[in-house]
């Protein structure tokens, strides 16, 4: 039920701040960390690809979340639910905050990924009820600029906070941001008529999601660690997720009131548009961790110039997002997506091009340039996935899109590293292997580190290594270049027409 007619344009004006405050804080708490990933491993103790962990427990809790805030909303309420996730994903930043060791840090990022599920879903929700209907469009298009500006702020926010204060403060500034959300949108909407209703809850489908996704994402953390399939409790963990997911689409594909509603992929442009999407959205998340990630750890670069070299890629997107809403129905959307692709594809190659002389200016404009592929990446594909849904199913469709995105994510995050430091590995044995005291490039390098000492060998073994994750970085690149080529081919097996029309004669299955 709506009561938009009773705000007057003070009002509005709150709950539109207050409301869009909370999804800038969960938005930003996506790419916040990424700068600070150096400095938060070396402050408790663990490797970087341990210190990864960070971000994938946040983001496989807050997608397995995602699909509860439908039943949530009706069991309790708009925006009683609102405030609650609002409330408690300030608590969960707190304890974050003074965290003393990592399982610690874990434990409460994934608090706050699970409490952080509602909060986009619910200030779109929220936005639209209480709009008049002639207004809604320019609610959601400030709403996107919210989710478009906040990923720009994460990485120099991130930095300089770390730089500056300590990495504790990045999850301490969501206190007092999301206590002020709080008090503003429960002052507004406090007189909001509460609806609720009783669903049944898919108890089996939400107990075998949550078993077979935690069990893959702790089997992507802990693998190399624990050298893959030799270890027994890899094995186990991978026959437990694939039992559970099994039981889970089974489930799922014959219950009346699945958590997830799989039958969706019977339609053609929903599954070629969320194949899409996944992929496209792993590497984009890919690019945001690694990037600052090799800037630290073996350019030398600080936490708050990285997040300086790595935020221009929103820069563009902020421009073009306006206008690709407004004019983007003029055009194939299929061709809007494949120049998405390209430009992506193009910045990785250029990436591929980079050595360890690389310039801060270099890599701030080919960030830029992928802003071109980011502007015109979410809302074609986006349209496309949602085209040939009936209307009764495009929030189901929606919801599904946004937990697979985010599901790609996480798991992107884990792969990445894992690619990333064992392909550095690979690099630095082989050229280990071809350097000996008989070679006389290896002795010319040793006597100009000063001989054949202890200090010579661990400089020269500190020139193998930043070697051998820039060779490391040009391979993830090139790969993620070949990957973005593809899905611009990909995304034209979607069939026209992409505009407001749903139904079933629609849907090319």
């Known amino acids: 039920m709506s009561n938009n007619a009773s705000f007057t344009p003070p009002s509005l004006l709150m709950a539109t701040i207050g409301l869009s405050l909370a999804t800038f804080m969960q938005v930003l708490d996506t790419t916040i960390a990424n700068v600070a990933l150096p400095t938060i491993s070396g402050n408790l103790g663990v490797s970087s690809e341990q210190g990864t962990w960070v971000i994938t427990s946040f983001a496989v809790s807050n997608a397995i979340a ?12 708009e925006v009683k639910l609102f405030l ?71 990485p120099i926010l991130g930095g300089w906070i770390t730089d500056s204060y300590s990495w504790p403060w990045i999850f301490f500034i969501n206190v007092p941001i999301g206590i002020f959300a709080v008090m503003v949108v429960r002052s507004q909407l406090k007189k909001r008529p509460v609806v609720t209703s009783y669903q049944p809850m898919d108890y089996v489908g939400l107990l075998s999601l949550i ?4 069990a893959l ?33 089974i489930w799922e594909m014959t219950d009346k009131h699945p958590v997830v509603n799989l039958r969706l992929f019977a339609y053609r442009n929903f599954r070629i548009g969320t194949i899409v999407l996944i992929l496209g959205y792993a590497g984009f998340f890919g690019i945001n961790l690694i990037l600052p990630q090799w800037l630290q750890t073996q350019m030398g670069y600080t936490a708050t110039w990285a997040g ?3 935020a221009p890629i929103g820069i563009l997107p902020v421009l073009m997002s306006p206008f690709v809403g407004k004019y983007a129905h003029k055009f194939d959307l299929r061709l809007l997506a494949g120049l998405a692709f390209l430009a992506i594809g193009l910045s990785c190659f250029m990436r591929a091009g980079f050595t360890n002389e690389v310039d801060f200016q270099h890599i701030a404009l080919v960030q830029l340039f992928m802003g071109i592929g980011v502007a015109l ?30 599901l790609g994510g996480s798991f992107a995050a884990s792969l990445t590293t894992w690619i990333w430091i064992r392909r550095a590995d690979q690099h630095h044995a082989y050229m280990s292997e071809n350097m000996t005291t008989y070679d006389s490039a290896t002795r010319d390098a040793l006597q100009a580190l000063g001989g054949a000492g202890h200090k010579a060998y661990a400089q020269l073994d500190q020139i193998l290594t930043s ?18 080529m593809g899905l611009m081919l990909l995304v034209w097996l979607a069939k026209p027409p992409f505009g407001a029309k749903a139904g079933p004669e629609a849907s090319g299955h």
Not at 66 to 77: A, E, K, V, Y
Not at 211 to 214: K, L
Request: hydrophobic share 55%; net charge neutral.
């Open 217 to 249: 994402q702790i089997i992507l953390d802990k693998g190399n660690d624990l050298d893959w399939f030799e270890s027994n409790f890899i094995i186990v963990g991978a026959a437990i997720s694939v039992i559970a997911l099994a039981v889970f689409i």
């Open 308 to 310: 300086l070299a790595v």
């Open 66 to 77: 995602l699909p509860l805030t439908g039943w949530l909303s009706r069991r309790f309420g």
């Open 467 to 484: 070697q051998a994750y820039m060779m490391s970085t040009v391979d993830y690149f090139t790969l993620l270049g070949w990957m973005f």
């Open 211 to 214: 078993v077979g996704v935690g």
């Open 84 to 154: 609650w996730a609002t409330l408690l994903f300030v608590l969960a930043s707190f304890l974050c905050g003074i965290s003393t060791s990592m399982p610690e840090l874990i434990g409460f990022r994934v608090l706050q990924g699970l409490v952080a599920g509602p909060l986009y879903p619910m200030t779109q929700t929220l936005l639209i009820a209480v709009y008049p209907p002639a207004r809604r469009g320019m609610a959601l298009a400030l709403l996107a600029m919210v989710t478009v500006v906040a990923p720009i702020a994460g």
């Open 377 to 406: 990446f979410f809302m074609p594909t986006l349209s496309i996935l949602m085209s040939d849904l009936p209307p009764h199913q495009i929030a189901d469709g929606a919801g599904l899109a946004t937990f697979l995105r985010t």
